[in-house]
């Protein structure tokens, strides 16, 4: 049973730039959840996706952007590329109707901006 | 808003016990839960706490007072692979499946 899967593992972008992040969620899981985690600071919660579609935003701008597919995997956007965006990006899966306490977390991807 | 406070670095040795503290401010409290990470590694479920009490898990245990808004996690019988980062997060009423995590704490086991 795969668990959940992140894509790249490394990326290194420069300011100005735009960068797309892809999630595979658990076998069976129909929600996903993006974090940002920067360096000694725990994860900040970016947005959830059900049923293809955004259902929870946190506090970040429109800059950050997602999609969810069909299968239930999801990309995460980020435009316009600033320093401060470098940081570990997280992404959790659960599924619906089930035990909520859960989150599975992928392993993530790196983002370094130079 | 939340907002979650829990230490910045625990040592312990081998063998010992040691206690993991977390105060949260917020509204439409659901319940609390904890996360540990290795180093480079993802976050991964260790407990969870939607009522008063303790709540026990092989050699972890949690604790949950939503009167004193308060928490800790409780790591016993300490071994060198539990050093990581411990994260404690909340869960509102309404978003259930999106936690607001603390700082964490490094915790580091001594031989």
């Known amino acids: 049973d795969a668990g959940v899967t992140q894509s790249p593992t490394h990326l290194i972008k420069t300011r100005g730039q735009q960068v797309t992040l892809r999630c595979s969620p658990k076998?069976?899981?129909?929600?996903v959840s993006w974090y940002q985690q920067a360096l000694g600071q725990g994860p900040q919660f970016i947005f959830q996706?059900?049923?293809?579609?955004?259902?929870q935003r946190g506090n970040f701008p429109d800059r950050f952007s997602g999609h969810q597919f069909p299968n239930y995997s999801s990309e995460l956007n980020v435009n316009a590329l600033l320093l401060g965006d470098s940081a570990l990006y997280l992404c959790a899966s659960s599924r619906t109707g089930t035990d909520k306490r859960i989150q599975y977390f992928g392993p993530g991807t790196r983002l370094l901006v130079l | 808003g939340q907002s979650l406070e829990q230490p910045s670095e625990v040592t312990a040795v081998e063998g010992a016990i040691v206690q993991i503290n977390c105060t949260y401010q917020t509204s439409g409290f659901y319940g609390l839960s904890w996360y540990q990470q290795h180093d480079g590694g993802a976050p991964t479920f260790l407990s969870y706490?939607?009522?008063?009490g303790l709540e026990e898990t092989g050699r972890f245990s949690s604790f949950l007072s939503r009167s004193d808004s308060y928490g800790y996690l409780l790591l016993q019988e300490l071994q060198m692979k539990d050093s990581a980062s411990y994260f404690c997060a909340v869960r509102v009423s309404g978003s259930a499946r999106q936690l607001t995590f603390g700082s964490g704490t490094q915790l580091t086991v001594l031989p």
């Open positions: 996706y059900y049923e293809e579609e955004e259902r």
């Open positions: 076998s069976g899981h129909d929600t």
């Open positions: 706490n939607g009522l008063d």
